[in-house]
């Protein structure tokens, strides 16, 4: 069973494989038969073109597609669409003839069309056949040929791609006859460049002469005017010029051969020659045709001449000269052999039958619209481009005209009156030279008119810009006097303060607006007068300049002078600080004042600090004011106080010997901590203490020496140093520790700080001199004293020692607390007084009172009084508090005692002297610590 099922699906398998190859080869059959009825039609449509036995198109005849209808010629576009028809997707190539008429242009084209019938055969010209009649043909001097003829049929060629060409041959009606006007010429020369691939100049008269260039050139100026209107794209309307060929006819000088080589040699020649005088011809030629040939034929001969006509001729190849026919068939070869044959081209691409009816339909309406140009004889042009260099130089007079006000920026309205007086001249110069009719001429004057008015409108624009630069030019003069003034004030000033500004003023401004009016003397004086304006304002800047360099300057006399004034008393005290040493009697001080007094006068009046200024007078009284008040506190017993205090800083020293236990010494608040292993063996430790001075900028440690030095230990010591404050982090921030090996050369010592209360810790592993230094604390003493009058209790706090100076009579005594307490903001200040036993009898009012922060850093000093009201006699112990912040105070005991009904006073008047680490706190909110001591 298995064995039938299988023989079945194989019987099957190959009726299929039958059944397929039947239909392929069915459809096979049938796309054969369509290629033969193809290939069929197109030999028939060759049968009908062409006879077979003579390889003759007997059917090619010439047909007219333009005729001359009164001054417009008429395109026959019925004509040549039914030509072009069956070609309308085809590549069509035009070989077209023109030039000037009875030179045997139509003759030339039935030899070619002689040479295409012949199929294009090597020896065409010994055949002894007729002349074929295409184009009609007449001897004589008339004209025959009228408008454009073209064969109605083409000859179909192969290019060098392979593809086939329609090549249609086409004949134009002669130039300069008496029937065609210039107009009608040129038109005609327009369409077949619009429409032709290859373009032939027949050139008669042997030679290629002046009178042929120059109408090719008029020919070509009129064709690229239609071209551009009808493309707007130059490039475009030049691409549209085929391929020219200047054929020479008749040529019998012996200088170059017959045909293209000879002709390409003479067109050189001709183009060298020609250079000078027909220089833009040549160059509208190179411009326009992308291809220039040259073809030198000979006489065709006698016989030729003898033929009055194509319809009775019976001419025969063998009656033209042999020669002329040899030029001829390298012509044809140049024309149409598979290399040489040209296809016109329209944006890069072959132009078909379609396109051609395309552009040839474009003229048609442009000559049916009225959109062609007109045209001028040569005459006509010269007239007219000597009426068009006419208007250039009046148009180039009135800009010259215009340009002879100068560069200078003129007033508009005196602008606008030249040009009027300007333009009506170069339009009356216009109507003198007129050529045109009076149409063009309306448009033409418009033309003119409109570009003198944009001449003027550039003018103005200029004269804007022109404003603009001399604007500017007078705002620099404007600085370069603004400039001047200063430089004459600080000439004045020679670098020195200037007392007398006024005059000095009035002198230099006058020479900056001297110098401002002689540099902008050929400006526009409207514009200078708007400048003058912004030069006071400039000199106002200047002057304000001026004075602020010269406060400046005041500043830094008055500091020098303040130092100079520093320095002389500072003389003063050192000498009567010297000699009070040598005898402390009054009368001995006095004359030693006396002495130092005049000294010291007389050298700060011989300074040459501030010589002459009336602000050294100011100073030099501040200095008497100063010595006396010093002179007043040496009486005092100020400088007495002042000098012990200085010897009580005294310099401590102490000695030990430490072997390899260790041990601590301690000196003038400082201490040496040595841990055990640190010495190998007893070594005798010396450590000098010495205290700050109070001339110290900023605040600092005691300086402590170490000795023996240098002197290294096998572990770490540490140092404490003890400060005037009690330490806090933010304290420590601030603190530096400072180093020395020569007691002159301080520098930073990096190191790790701890603290402890009032100590700074750190630690080193050898000996030198150490001290720790706040930085950015400066000293400011403030000063505070109680004192009872009557039934109340002053409290007095001062910010500056002068002014305690000033007011010894108040001030009796100044006393130093041991105590310190550190500030780290600006607070108010709170003074309290209560009393330190029960006693009922006794009422203060007020208790308390508040200074602001504000207020401490505006004012210098503050009176606070307390009321004390009582019912007994008896002495009575007072508690006063000083608090800053709310942890940080300083506390006594005042005894208050009963008064009479005149005033007293209680024991003498206690002063707290108190050091305040931030000066900033007086001018300040922002002072981030306050040390009280």
């Known amino acids: 069973m298995g064995t039938k099922i299988t023989l079945i699906m194989a019987t099957s398998f190959v009726f299929l494989q039958r059944v397929v190859l039947l239909i392929l080869l069915s459809f096979i059959k049938e796309k054969m038969l369509q290629l033969l009825s193809s290939t069929s039609s197109i030999r028939a449509a060759k049968a009908r073109y062409w006879d077979a036995d003579h390889g003759v198109n007997s059917d090619v005849k010439s047909e007219s597609i333009v005729t001359m209808n009164g001054e417009a010629p008429q395109i026959k576009l019925e004509v040549l669409g039914r030509i072009l028809q069956e070609y309308k997707d085809h590549p069509v190539a035009i070989i077209s003839v023109f030039g000037n008429f009875r030179g045997g242009k139509s003759f030339l084209l039935n030899l070619l069309c002689q040479y295409l019938m012949q199929k294009q055969l090597k020896d065409w010209i010994k055949k002894k056949d007729e002349l074929v ?203 149409f052999s598979e290399d040489n044959l040209v296809v016109k081209q329209l944006d890069g691409k072959a132009c078909t039958g379609k396109v051609l009816m395309r552009l040839a339909g474009e003229l048609d309406n442009m000559i049916k619209n009225g959109e062609i140009p007109k045209f001028y004889t040569l005459m006509e042009l010269n007239q007219i481009v000597e009426f068009y260099k006419k208007i250039d130089e009046f148009e180039n007079e009135y800009v010259a005209t215009m340009n002879s006000k100068g560069e200078k920026y003129i007033d508009p ?3 606008k009156t030249f040009h009027d007086e300007c333009f009506q001249k170069a339009m009356q110069q216009y109507e003198e030279h007129d050529v045109f009719e009076p149409d063009e001429s309306e448009k033409l004057c418009q033309t003119v008119k409109t570009q003198l008015n944009g001449r003027y409108l550039i003018i103005q624009k200029i004269n804007i810009v022109r404003k603009v630069q001399e604007r500017n030019k007078i705002m620099d003069e404007v600085g370069v006097a603004g400039n001047v003034y200063f430089k004459e004030m600080e000439k004045v000033a020679d670098g020195q303060h200037l007392e007398d500004v006024i005059t000095a003023k009035a002198e230099a401004e006058r020479k900056a607006v001297i110098l401002f009016k002689t540099s902008t003397s050929a400006c526009n004086q409207d514009l200078v007068r708007e400048g003058e304006n912004k030069l006071h304002k400039a000199i106002q800047l200047k002057h304000r300049e001026f004075e602020r360099i010269n406060a400046n300057r005041l500043k830094l006399l008055i500091h020098d002078l303040s130092n100079l004034v520093n320095d002389c008393r500072m003389g003063y005290v050192e000498i009567m600080e010297e000699e009070s040493n040598k005898e402390e009697t009054t009368e001995y001080l006095r004359a030693v004042h006396h002495k130092t007094h005049e000294s010291c006068l007389k050298k700060f009046i011989d300074s040459e600090i501030g010589k002459g200024y009336r602000c050294k007078e100011q100073q030099l009284k501040y200095l008497e004011e100063g010595i006396s008040e010093c002179f007043q506190g040496y009486q005092n017993g100020i400088l007495q106080k002042a000098m012990e205090e200085k010897r009580q800083k ?228 007072f508690n006063w508090t000083l608090q800053y912040g709310e942890n940080q105070q300083i506390s006594s005991e005042f005894r208050f005692t009963p008064s009479s009904a005149s005033e007293c006073e209680s024991e003498e008047p206690r002063n707290i002297n108190v050091v305040v680490g931030n000066k900033l706190i007086r001018s300040a909110m922002a002072a981030k610590d306050v040390n009280i001591s």
């Not at 008029?218 to 085929?242: D, G």
């Open 413 to 415: 309205k005196i602008l």
């Open 650 to 877: 005294i310099t401590k020293t102490t000695f030990e010997t430490i072997g390899s236990l260790g041990g601590v010494l301690k000196v003038g608040g400082c201490e040496l901590h040595i841990p055990c292993g640190a010495l190998d063996e007893n070594v005798e430790i010396k450590l000098i203490a010495r205290t700050p001075q109070h001339q110290n900028k900023f605040l600092e440690t005691p300086t402590l020496r170490c000795e023996p030095s240098p002197f290294r230990f096998n572990t770490p010591v540490t140092i404490k140093l003890q400060t005037p404050h009690i330490l806090d982090e933010e304290t420590v921030k601030q603190c530096t520790v400072l180093i020395s090996y020569d007691g002159i050369q301080w520098e930073q010592f990096p190191t790790k700080l701890k603290f402890d209360y009032q100590f700074i810790i750190f630690q080193t592993n050898h000996f030198s001199r150490w001290k720790a230094t706040f930085a950015g604390t400066e000293k400011v003493c403030l000063f505070t004293q109680l004192y009872q009058q009557s039934n109340a209790v002053y409290w007095n706090i001062c910010w500056n020692r002068d002014l305690i100076t000033k007011r010894e009579d108040e001030f009796k005594k100044t006393e130093f607390l041991q105590n310190t307490i550190t500030l780290r903001k600006p607070n108010d200040l709170k003074l309290s007084i209560e009393k330190s036993e029960e006693n009922s009898t006794v009422v203060i009012r007020p208790s308390s009172n508040v200074i602001p922060a504000d207020q401490i850093n505006e004012q210098l000093n503050f009176k606070m009084r307390f009321e004390v009201e009582r019912t007994s006699s008896e002495n009575v112990w």
């Open 133 to 335: 009649k295409v184009f009609d043909w007449r001897g004589g001097t008339k004209s025959h040929t009228t408008g454009i003829e073209i064969t109605n049929k083409p000859f179909m060629l192969k290019n060098d791609k392979g593809e086939e060409i329609a090549v249609f041959l086409m004949d134009t009606q002669g130039s300069f006859d008496n029937e065609m006007s210039a107009g009608e010429r040129s038109l005609i020369f327009a369409l077949i460049i619009l429409i032709s691939s290859f373009q032939i100049d027949n050139l008669p008269a042997g030679l290629i002469r002046e009178s042929d260039l120059q109408q090719l050139g008029l020919f070509l100026h009129y064709a690229n005017t239609i071209m551009k209107n009808k493309r707007s794209n130059a490039s475009e309307s030049s691409s549209l010029f085929p391929p020219l060929m200047f054929l020479v006819r008749n040529y019998q000088k012996p200088d170059y051969d017959y045909g293209s080589k000879g002709g390409m040699e003479y067109l050189e020649k001709v183009k060298d020659t020609d250079q000078d005088e027909n220089k833009d011809v040549w160059k509208k030629i190179k411009e326009n045709f992308a291809d220039v040939r040259c073809h030198l034929l000979p006489y065709p001969g006698r016989k030729v001449l003898c033929h009055r006509d194509s319809d009775t001729s019976e001419l025969k190849l063998t009656d033209i000269d042999e020669g002329f026919l040899v030029g001829v068939d390298d012509l044809a070869k140049c024309l």
